[in-house]
C-alpha cells in the first residue's frame, strides 16, 4: 500500500509556473506507475499526465501537451508536475495518483490508479 501527499499549489497569473509535487510512503515506490489528475468545480476527474515505473515513458492530455511536464524520483519517492504557461483553464484541483506494476506503457485512466492523494488546488487568474 502507498500514501500520497501532494504539496505545490497556490495561486498564480495567467503565464506563471508551478511545480507540484507528489511525496510517497513505502519502500516499493518504484514499482509503482503514477499519474497526475485534475478536477474543476462542475466537472469530472481528468487525467493530465502519466509517468511508468522506471521513468522512461510519459503521456500527457493534449490540452498541457509542450506545458506540463512529469518526472520521477524514485529515490526520494516523489512524483513531480512541471507547469509552465499556466492558463486560466488550468484552475483545478490536482491529484497524484499510484497504480501497482511495473507496466511499460502509462496508465491514463483513473479507473486503472489503486491510490490516491487529497489533492492540491491550482488557481490560474487571468
Known amino acids: 500500500q502507498v500514501q500520497l501527499v501532494e504539496s505545490g499549489g497556490g495561486l498564480v497569473q495567467a503565464g506563471d509556473s508551478l511545480k507540484l509535487s507528489c511525496a510517497a510512503s513505502?519502500?516499493?515506490?518504484?514499482?509503482?506507475?503514477l499519474g497526475w489528475f485534475r478536477q474543476a468545480p462542475g466537472k469530472e476527474r481528468e487525467f493530465v499526465a502519466a509517468?511508468?515505473?522506471?521513468?522512461?515513458?510519459?503521456s500527457y492530455t493534449d490540452s498541457v501537451k509542450g506545458r506540463f511536464t512529469i518526472s520521477r524520483d524514485n529515490a526520494k519517492n516523489t512524483v513531480y508536475l512541471q507547469m509552465n504557461s499556466l492558463k486560466p483553464e488550468d484552475t483545478a484541483a490536482y491529484y497524484c495518483?499510484?497504480?501497482?506494476?511495473?507496466?511499460?506503457?502509462?496508465?491514463?485512466?483513473?479507473?486503472?490508479?489503486?491510490?490516491w492523494g487529497q489533492g492540491t488546488q491550482v488557481t490560474v487568474s487571468s
Open positions: 513505502g519502500r516499493t515506490f518504484s514499482s509503482y506507475g
Open positions: 495518483a499510484a497504480t501497482w506494476g511495473r507496466s511499460a506503457g502509462t496508465r491514463t485512466r483513473a479507473y486503472e490508479y489503486n491510490y
Open positions: 509517468i511508468t515505473w522506471s521513468g522512461g515513458g510519459t
